[in-house]
């Protein structure tokens, strides 16, 4: 059976099996992009594998984490530009 971890995404719960990525956190939680621009435009993940750095969002509190590269750990803390 599959471990899973609790995590927050802008304050929601979100259980995860362990290994997934922060990213992927954030789309379970019904989010549809990460980041804004600094035009205000929504900008969402577009490599998936830590190349565009589009996915970039605060966690544990350091800012400009490539979220597709961290795997969800514990009380692990996301924040997305909302």
Do not use: W, Y
Request: glycine share 10%; proline share 1%; charged share 20%.
């Amino acid at each position: 059976m599959s471990k899973t971890v609790s995590v927050a995404v802008n304050g929601s719960r979100v259980t995860v099996t362990e290994g997934t990525t922060a990213l992927a956190a954030i789309l379970m939680n019904g989010r549809t992009f990460v980041r804004r621009s600094v035009m205000g435009e929504p900008r969402g993940a577009l490599c998936g594998m830590g190349v565009c750095f589009e996915c970039r969002a605060t966690i544990n509190g350091k800012r400009h984490s490539r979220s597709c590269m961290i795997l969800c750990g514990q009380e692990m803390d996301i924040r997305t530009d909302e």
